[in-house]
C-alpha cells in the first residue's frame, strides 16, 4: 500500500492515543526500528532514521530488535502463544512471578500478571479496598494521593490522577472522589521540607478511618508533569501509614527497571510498600504486560473475606509469550543471561547516560521561555514557562534526527539504554532544538 493510502486511511479509521478522530495531524510512517533507531517513511519518498528519544512511552529500555529478546519470543513461539491462566499454569509464568518478588523491595512477596500499567493500578486499588472490606471495615474505601501525579486511563486510575491539572478533569462528578494532598516539593535531593511533612502527615491521620490507601508514584512523577521529589517523603508515607493502619502504594509503571537509576525508585527510599504495580519496560517494550505485587498480610487478609478469592481475571493474564520476554528482558537488565548486555552493569548505562542528559541540556537553561531544567538518571526534562506548541517542537525534532514527544509544558526525553554517546548528542541537541520553537 502506498504511503498516501496509508496516511489517508489512518487519518479516518485508526484513532489513535489522546487525539481527535478524524486525526488532525499525520503519525509519522515507521517502517522498521533497530537498536535506539526508529526507520520512518519521509513525505517525499524514501526512509529516514530517527534516534528514538522516548523508548516507545518509556518500554524499549534494551531498544528494537535485541536478538536475546527476538530469540526468545521465536523460542516461546515453538512451545505455545498462549494459554488461560485459569486452572492452568505454566514456567515462563512462574519463573517471572518468583524473579519480580526475589528483585523488588522486601516484602512483597505475591504477583497478580495484569494486561497493562492502567489495570496494575486497578488491581492494587481492588487488593486494598477488598482487604479491608474482608477485614470487616468498609467504611476504608478511598485514596489518597498528591497532585501532580498520573496513575492511568482506567476509571479508579484515573480518579487519583491530578483532579485539575491532569487531561481527566472533565470526569468530575463522575470519578470516585478521593483525598488529595499538594504536590510534593520538587527537587531529588532537596531534603524533606518539614511544613509540607506535616501537613501531610495530619491529612493522613484526620483521613485514616477512610482511607483504605495511599498511593504515589515514587519519586519521579510521570506523565502528571515529570516532577522529582526527594526519597524522604517515601520513608515519611511509609511512617505514617503504618501507623494510622492505611496500606501503601507505590506506582513504579513509569520508573521501574532502571529509570530513576536504581532498579526500582523505591530503592531511593530503602522502604516496601504493601503494594507495587509494575508494567511499561517489564517486558523490554516486546509486549504489554504488568504486574501487581502484594504482601502476604494483603492476600491473607482478602482471603479471610466472605469473597476469599481476588475478583479478577483478566483474560490474556499470564500470557507465556510476554511472560517468556519479560524473563529475557531481565537476563539483559541483570546479567542473567549467556551475553551480557551491558558488560559494566545497567547501572554504568543509566549514569552514563544521565551524565550526558545534564552536560547536554544544560545549555537550554539560558533559552528564552525555559522555567527548569532536570536530569535523573535516564530522564531529561525542559519545562518551558508556556505551553508547548507540540507540532513545531516535534517538527524541529524530526529535523534534527530525533523523535521525541513533547506534552502539555514539557519537553522530554527517557532514551532506551543502549543508546550510544554520539545519539545521546543528537538527542539533546533535539530537545535544545524543540525547547527553542516550542
Known amino acids: 500500500m502506498l504511503r498516501r493510502e496509508l496516511a489517508g486511511l489512518d487519518r479516518t479509521r485508526v484513532w489513535h492515543p489522546y487525539a481527535p478522530m478524524p486525526g488532525t495531524i499525520e503519525p509519522l510512517l515507521v517502517e522498521s526500528a533497530s537498536g535506539a533507531r526508529l526507520r520512518v517513511s519521509a513525505p517525499g519518498g524514501g526512509t529516514r532514521d530517527l534516534v528514538d528519544g522516548m523508548s516507545s512511552w518509556w518500554a524499549a529500555i534494551h531498544g528494537y530488535r535485541h536478538p536475546v529478546l527476538d530469540a526468545a519470543a521465536r523460542d516461546q513461539l515453538g512451545r505455545m502463544s498462549h494459554v488461560m491462566f485459569g486452572g492452568l499454569t505454566h514456567e515462563p509464568a512462574v519463573t517471572l512471578c518468583d524473579r519480580l518478588a526475589t528483585i523488588t523491595p522486601p516484602g512483597l512477596e505475591h504477583v497478580f500478571l495484569c494486561d497493562s500499567g492502567s489495570v496494575s493500578v486497578e488491581v492494587g486499588i481492588k487488593m486494598c479496598l477488598q482487604y479491608w472490606r474482608s477485614s470487616g471495615r468498609p467504611a476504608k474505601h478511598k485514596l489518597l494521593t498528591w497532585r501532580g501525579g498520573y496513575h492511568g486511563d482506567t476509571f479508579w486510575a484515573m480518579s487519583v490522577c ?70 524522604g517523603y517515601l520513608r515519611l508515607l511509609r511512617s505514617v501509614c503504618s501507623e494510622h493502619d492505611v496500606l501503601l502504594i507505590f506506582d513504579e509503571i513509569a520508573t521501574g527497571f532502571g529509570r530513576s537509576g536504581a532498579l526500582f525508585a523505591t530503592d531511593h527510599a530503602g522502604v516496601s510498600p504493601d503494594v507495587m504495580c509494575l508494567g511499561k519496560a517489564l517486558t523490554g517494550g516486546y509486549l504489554s504486560l504488568a504486574a501487581t505485587l502484594c504482601t502476604p498480610e494483603v492476600a491473607a487478609g482478602i482471603s479471610r473475606g466472605e469473597l476469599p478469592v481476588l475478583a479478577h481475571g483478566p483474560t490474556f493474564m499470564g500470557n507465556p509469550l510476554a511472560c517468556a520476554l519479560a ?32 552536560a547536554g541540556l544544560a545549555p537550554a537553561s539560558d533559552l528564552p521561555g525555559v522555567a527548569d531544567v532536570r536530569v535523573l538518571g535516564a530522564i531529561g526534562v525542559v519545562q518551558l514557562r508556556h505551553e508547548v506548541d507540540v507540532a513545531a517542537a516535534t517538527a ?30 543528537l538527542i539533546c541537541e533535539a530537545v535544545l532544538a524543540a525547547a527553542q520553537v516550542g
Open 162 to 231: 491530578d483532579p485539575d491539572g491532569g487531561m481527566h478533569k472533565i470526569w468530575d462528578g463522575v470519578l470516585p472522589r478521593q483525598v488529595f494532598a499538594d504536590t510534593p516539593p520538587a527537587g531529588f535531593a532537596a531534603g524533606v521540607d518539614t511544613p509540607y511533612a506535616e501537613r501531610l502527615r495530619a491529612l493522613i491521620g484526620a483521613n485514616s478511618d477512610e482511607l483504605a490507601a495511599v498511593i504515589v508514584e515514587p519519586v519521579v512523577q510521570g506523565a502528571g508533569g515529570m516532577r522529582f521529589h526527594d526519597p
Open 327 to 358: 524473563n529475557a528482558s531481565l537476563d539483559l537488565l541483570l546479567g542473567g543471561g549467556p551475553e551480557p548486555a551491558y558488560p559494566a552493569g545497567w547501572q554504568a548505562e543509566v549514569h552514563r547516560i544521565e551524565a550526558g542528559l545534564a
Open 396 to 425: 524541529a525534532a524530526v529535523a534534527a534526527g530525533v523523535w521525541l514527544r513533547p506534552f502539555r509544558d514539557l519537553i522530554y526525553t527517557m532514551p532506551p539504554y543502549v543508546t550510544g554517546d554520539a545519539d545521546l548528542a
